[in-house]
């Protein structure tokens, strides 16, 4: 972990690759890798990333020592003469099939496992539908009668235009800022619907670990669910090319404790009666 | 030797009515070359606005067509045309035959194929610009295309059925018109590695040409095949389009995986280890191309039957891939090895592909997928398969073939400057976007969060080092056919192959008595 505190700009290519392999971190060091994020899928899914990119490090530390080994002791400017009757050996073709084949059967027994895991929405405790549109997110509480837009805050807007000479280091989080964000509980499995009123886009945030496309005409579901114990701010955008303002559609998702929450949807829930009177007298 | 009763008409007429497939070859590679720096151009435009955040040269609309344009041409103008232009020249002369068995398709498919690309470029500068979804084309959105759509779907039928006629030729060629005594499992893997490819060829390009059809339908005659109002379904255009658009990503490195098998053996002096091994890789992964197609489309929302067996099928591929990387291992092992640029290259190939196959595995296992979709992560991992896997073993087939087409040695130096630069490089502009994409930011944006800064200038830096190394080689390529010293035979110090018994330049006509096979 003492690594990982360091602080550093712009570290060499080098130290970058070394980095990339490194803990579960923090800081700068989180510029290099997956987010561990605040879910127990999230979790599960860095988890798998790690293991994989491990493994593919120590293939990798093999079969290029390999190559690097070859390409050192059998140069010619070192005397080297070929051995032309090296042409087959069953055994070593044999052991380099088969241990990758076991090596992925490794690999691939966990990803089954998670998979029928995540894909497990059954036990959620709030639906949310989510739509997107060119270019901006709707999201809908189902059965409370909540809901709304959700568009990329003005501040970043303002600033995004071509030539506006507003210097986007100014802007807080530019363009991971929106004005209404998603609130949701903490310590709640909550599952999310997908739809889209245009085109395809894709809503994710890392820190939850999950990514599913919203296309129009169909309904997708996933389900996220934040750790009791880490409320706070989490930011995504949309992950499939919509047009444009793709670039332009972030996710924001405020998540608060359970009480909290409650008493934020009945606050919503009082506002659009308001509304809706409003718009029957 | 070679008999020269007759040579080509001089000037222009010799470019547009020759059938001799050393001339289409030229073609083929020059188009291809030319359409590098051109898709290449429009990456440093992209490059250059991610530079920094804030939008400073293009508005964002144009910013799609450019990362659309940019990976057609680059894909389809100067990936294929290369590896066509290779084929062209080098099976007839690695098999033993006269020309190439179908002369005047031949032509007519590089025709066909020039027009296309101009009608495509073309598209830039049409009202409401140049499709803007991406060269995967999803509907809906593809369908918000300007005026510039038919044309653009036009062009890509026209490339598809060039691609389908290139590869009519070769499989006729190879079939037909090998030397006697030749037989398949003694044929040079280059050759053995376009045969497959043209198979691949001809069962994808119909299924892509259906459904651009089906686009064209629904855009102009209110069909719905991918409309969910009218009982259709946009998942279903990406079904087809990536059962194409798997297969072809092995159109791409096939050819790239047998110029790599010619090159080690040369420079380790020594004959490929497991050549039966190697055909077999390569017609397994080819094999496995048809089956995986929905790792592209994880996040779809498919069912988990679906995803658990596109994640293994998926996964089964690294084991052909790396019989393919530890052979070539083995064939440098107990080698006498020399490192001239050909060599240079199939070598950092070598180090590169595996990079962008591990970054593949990892992407084939659909949880962590759902992460590292549609990220910088997915561009890292395509553009190490493409750049320093297809494009550095083109790089290295030029490298290789050269002086057996020009006659003349090139600039050794000034290759080893263009090889060094560009491996540098390489991954100087694309290492960074592993990082990008796993801390979050998402592919084809125009702009992005500030914390991505860092790494986004790195890479642009990258970029441009990477555009401008490839004007060494360009120079070089042009003092190489304007002369140098003269080329032997066998111009490297081993030969294996039949293209080395002819002179150098080869002759306007070669086997014309077919060559013995001991």
Known sequence: MSIAKRKTKLPVIAGAIAAAAAQPARADWDLLNMPVGVSELSREIYGMHMIMLWICVIIAVLTFGAMIVAMIRFRKSRGAVSDLKMLHNARLEAAWTVIPTLILIGMAIPSVEKLIKIEDTSGSALTIKVTGYQWQWHYEYLGSGVSFFSRLARTSDLARQKGSGIDPGTVDNYLLDVDHPLVVPTGTKIRILLTANDVIHAWWVPDFGMKRDAIPGFINEMWISVDEDKPGTYRGQCAELCGADHGFMPIVVVAKPKAEFDAWLEQQKAGAAAVALAATE | MADHGHGPPQGIARWLTTTNHKDIGTMYLVFSLVMFLIGGTMALVIRAELFQPGLQLVDPSFFNQLTTVHALVMVFGAVMPATVGLANWMIPLQIGAADMALPRMNLFSFWLLAFAFL???????????????????????????????????????????????????????????????????????????????????IAVMPVFAGSVTMLLTDYYFHTSFFNAAGGGDPVLFQHLFWFFGHPEVYIMILPAFGIVSEIIPTFSRKPIFGYEAMVYAIASIAFLSFIVWAHHMFTVGMPLAGQLFFTLSTML???????????????????????????????????????????????????????????????????YVLVPGAVFGIMAAVYYWLPKWTGHMYDMALAKWHFWLTAVFVNVLFFPQHFLGLAGMPRRIPDYATQFTDWNMISSIGAFGFGLSQLLFVWLIVRCVRGGERATAGVWDYQHGLEWTVPSPAPYHTFEKAPEIR
Request: overall charge positive.
């Open chain 2, 317 to 383: 591929i690294a084991i052909p891939t790396g019989v393919k990387i530890f052979n070539w291992t083995a064939t440098m092992w107990r080698g006498s090895i020399t490192f001239e640029p050909p060599m240079l290259f199939a070598l950092a190939f070598l180090f590169l592909f595996t990079i962008g196959g591990f970054s593949g595995l990892m992407l084939a296992i659909a949880p962590a997928d759902f992460q590292y979709h549609d990220t910088y992560f997915v561009v890292a991992h395509f553009h």
């Open chain 2, 119 to 201: 009608l495509l470029i073309a598209t830039l500068f049409m009202p409401g610009g140049a499709p803007a979804a991406g060269w995967t084309l999803y509907p809906p959105l593809v369908l918000q295309s300007g005026k510039a759509f038919p044309m653009a779907i036009f062009a890509i039928h026209l490339m598809g059925a060039s691609s389908i006629m290139g590869a009519i030729n070769v499989i006729v060629t190879v079939v037909n018109m090998r030397t006697p005594g030749m037989t398949l499992l003694k044929m040079p893997l280059f050759s053995w590695s376009w045969l497959i490819t043209a198979y691949l060829l």
